[in-house]
Nanobody, 131 residues
């Protein structure tokens, strides 16, 4: 059974931090790239960061969040994290993790994919609200 489960969202004040977690099933973790996306209602999903769980050198960030957001992983927990610092109201969105065999759509500093359409597996999302 393929599964991605996000957690860690919530409501915070501007300038605060959150760490999102994406726990992956065993048939995804260790073979796939896991990416974080966010979506504001009425807008296209925005790629934030991606990391291949095996080829960990393949780590990508969107320029808009690089330096504030950090993607990392814990192999024992089969979990990929997104540490988000210095949050601002414009970071308010539903945050999703997604998996694909490769980090498709990413180049250094930018996600060029079509709103994550190359990603096969998706979590249910976790809401982040910054006020």
């Amino acid at each position: 059974h393929v599964q991605l489960v996000e957690s860690g969202g919530g409501s915070v004040q501007a300038g605060e931090s959150l760490r999102l977690s994406c726990k992956a099933s065993i048939n995804i973790y260790g073979s796939h790239c896991i990416a974080w996306f966010r979506q504001i209602p009425g807008k296209e999903r925005e790629g934030l960061a991606a990391r291949h769980t095996v080829e960990t050198g393949r780590t990508f960030y969107a320029a808009a969040v690089e330096g504030r957001f950090t993607i990392s992983q814990d192999n024992a927990e089969r979990t990929v994290y997104l540490q988000m610092n210095n949050l601002a109201p414009e970071d308010t969105a539903m945050y999703y993790c997604a998996a694909a065999p490769a980090c498709m759509g990413w180049v250094p500093g930018e996600y060029l994919g079509a709103g994550g359409s190359q990603y096969t597996y998706w979590g249910q999302g976790t809401q982040v609200t910054v006020s």
